[in-house]
């Protein structure tokens, strides 16, 4: 099924509106966890108090309640750090009634050249960029929805329909917003937001695993249109665990992600 939008969100005057583009596995009036992700680290990397220039160095999201689809929600960002080598930018999304639904920090470090000894490299990536077996991420039904609609995904290692580890190339092939090309931090919480539901142990119709959250450290601006993510999941025994991946893209390694996840019995 193909969608007739091409974004992940519009805009309605002062508000945005999440499309069918943003659908994600669990519940099809809820938004997947990457496009919100997005969302927020572009509003954090707008904005501006005349310093920087700025490079992503860790972002936390936490997602509060279900983010709806197709409905209006409003945007807003503050600095809560300012700095000239260090920053540290808020931004959150709630629905009109004024109920919060997301929120993000963003650590922003000042760019800059800096000479590293030679023996410092970033680590080749686990393969080509994009090669790999082609895959959707919208087990749950077949309603227009993020993974099955709104990324491309191929699998240099594992399978989204095997459990266990997996090194996965993920690209965003729709914008944020229409006529804007997604920045490289928003590339990399899209991808890194898979790593829970692609590295999955567990039976997704005997457990409910969702990550309430997401950070990612990088530790340089990624490059191109795929981001890898090499995947695993850890589980508790008292309804906890963490979903964690290396993130790679074509120069090499980029950074490091983390879901902290609820694990429920059906």
């Known amino acids: 099924m193909q969608s007739d939008v091409n974004s992940l969100f519009t805009t309605d005057g002062d508000s945005v509106v999440a499309t069918e583009l943003s659908r994600g596995p669990w519940d099809p009036h809820a938004c997947h966890g990457g496009p919100v992700s997005a969302l927020l680290v572009g509003a954090a990397e707008r904005a501006d108090d005349g ?6 160095a860790r972002v936390t999201v936490e997602l509060l309640r279900p983010v709806p689809v197709l409905a209006p929600l409003r945007v807003s960002v503050g600095i809560e750090r300012p700095g000239r080598m260090v920053s540290l930018v808020a931004s959150s999304v709630a629905t009109e009634q004024g109920v919060e639904v997301a929120r993000a920090r963003v650590l922003r470090i000042r760019r800059a050249d800096v000479a590293l000894p030679d023996h410092v490299t ?3 990536p686990f393969g080509e960029p994009g090669v790999g077996a082609r895959s959707v991420a919208g087990w749950m039904s077949d309603d227009i ?8 995904l191929a699998f240099a290692g594992g399978a989204f329909d095997a459990p266990g580890p997996v090194q996965m190339w993920c690209r965003l092939v729709v914008p944020v917003f229409a006529g804007e090309e997604p920045t490289g931090a928003q590339r990399v919480v899209c991808a890194a937001d898979f790593s829970n539901g692609v ?7 005997e457990m409910i695993f ?5 950070t990612a450290h990088l530790l340089r601006p990624p490059v191109g249109e795929w981001i890898g993510i090499d995947a695993r999941c850890h589980y508790g025994t008292e309804g906890a665990g963490v979903a964690e991946a290396a993130l790679y893209d074509a120069a090499g390694r980029l950074g490091r992600s983390a879901q902290s996840l609820l694990l429920v019995a059906r």
């Open 145 to 152: 929805a993020f993974g099955r609609n709104a990324v491309e």
């Open 51 to 56: 310093t920087g220039p700025w490079q992503v």
């Open 199 to 205: 590295a999955s142990e567990l039976d997704a119709q």
């Open 122 to 124: 970033l680590g080749p």
């Open 210 to 214: 969702i990550n309430p959250d997401l």
